[in-house]
C-alpha cells in the first residue's frame, strides 16, 4: 500500500487555518466530505469518536486521525499542514502542525491497520517532515507526500 492510493491532490491542505483540535478536525471533515461524497458530519462524528478513545498525535507535530465509516468504497486519505500548529493532546505534549486523516471502510480490517503503519513510517521520516514543513503548496505537499520508498532511497 502506498501513500499515492490514498491520497488525491484535492485531499491535500496546504495552511490550514485552524486553531483547535476540534476546528481542525472539522475544517479536514470538511474537505473528505467533497473528495469522498460522505456527510461532513459523519466524517467529524467518526474522527472525534476515535479521539475519546485517545489522541491520535504522536508526537513530533504530528496527528494521524482515523475511523472506519459506512459507504465507503476505499480507503481515503487527506493532508493538511497548519498555518499555525495547535494543542492536540499529543503523547508528547508538543502541538501539531501536520496532520493525515485516514479514513476506512467498515470492512477494511488489515488494510486499514497496513495504512496506518504506512503513513505512520512516512512521517517518522525527519527529512519528510522537514520537507512537508517548508513548503506551503498543496502540489509539492502531494508530489513529497506521494514519492516512493525507492526514490526517497535514491
Known sequence: MEIHDLLVPD???ADLKATSKKQGLQDLARRAAAVTGLHERAVFDVLMERERLGTTGVGNGIAIPHGKLPNLDRLYGLFARLETPIDFQAIDERPVDLIFV???PENAGADHLKAL???SRLLRDQAVCDKLRGTDNAEALYAILTESEEDRAA
Do not use: P, T
Request: aromatic letters at 0%; hydrophobic letters at 65%.
Open 11 to 13: 485531499g491535500v491542505d
Open 102 to 104: 485516514l479514513l476506512a
Open 117 to 119: 503503519a504506512r503513513i
